[in-house]
Structure formats: C-alpha cells, structure tokens
C-alpha cells in the first residue's frame, strides 16, 4: 500500500505560479511511475504529467508543456507538480497518483494509488 498526500492548491491570478507537493508514504517511493491528473467539475479525469521512477523521463499533455514541470526527490519521498503561467482553464482539482510499472501511461486506469487531491483555481 502507498498512502500519498498532496498540498499546496489555492487560488492564483491568471498568470501567476503554483507548486504542488505529493508526500508518499507506505511502499518504496522509488520503484513507482508518478504521475498528475486533474478533474475540472462536470469533466473527466485528464492526464497532466508523469515521472519515471528515476525522474529521468518525463511526459506531458500538450495543454501543459512548457508551463508545468513535474519532478521528484525520491529522499523525500515526494513529487512536485511546478506551475507557472496559469490560466482560468487549469482550475480542477489536481490529483497525484502511482503506478508499480516502467511506463509513462496517460491512462487513470494504469494507476494503482490515488491522493484525495488539491484545489487549484485561477482566476481571470
């Protein structure tokens, strides 16, 4: 089992920077793919970004790229989701999630643990 909690959500101006944390706890953080989604309300889940377990590859979603970085400190035992130049459209509630396997899946499905996730809102 991995517990994972994430922080550092809130209310941002159009423009503005952001820095998620994910804390796991319970399993070798190490071994796991770590991953970002979001839910805005009434959407389903989208895939934001993911990490090897080395934090040597990394995948994106093209509404993303170029804003959002995603790292981790595998001594912490923590992932971090850096967001700058937000906009309106990026408010949801942003989710970390891990997977006990060796690829960079876009695909909820794939993931085994979940957080109870952060707000993000941007206001216009």
């Known amino acids: 089992q991995v517990q994972l909690v994430e922080s550092g959500g809130g209310l941002v101006q159009a423009g503005g920077f952001l820095r998620l944390s994910c804390v796991a706890s319970?399993?070798?953080?190490?071994?796991?793919?770590m991953c970002w989604f979001r839910q805005a309300p009434g959407k389903e889940r989208e895939f934001v970004a993911a990490?090897?377990?080395?934090?040597?590859?990394?995948n994106y979603a093209d509404s993303v790229k170029g804003r959002f970085t995603i790292s981790r400190d595998n001594a912490k035992n923590t992932v971090y989701l850096q967001m700058n130049s937000l906009k309106p459209e990026d408010t949801a509630v942003y989710y970390c999630?891990?997977?006990?396997?060796?690829?960079?899946?876009?695909?909820?499905?794939?993931?085994?643990?979940w957080g109870q996730g952060t707000q993000v809102t941007v206001s216009s």
């Open positions: 999630a891990a997977g006990a396997h060796r690829i960079l899946s876009r695909a909820p499905s794939r993931y085994d643990y």
């Open positions: 319970g399993q070798p953080f190490s071994s796991y793919t």
């Open positions: 990490i090897s377990w080395s934090g040597g590859s990394t």
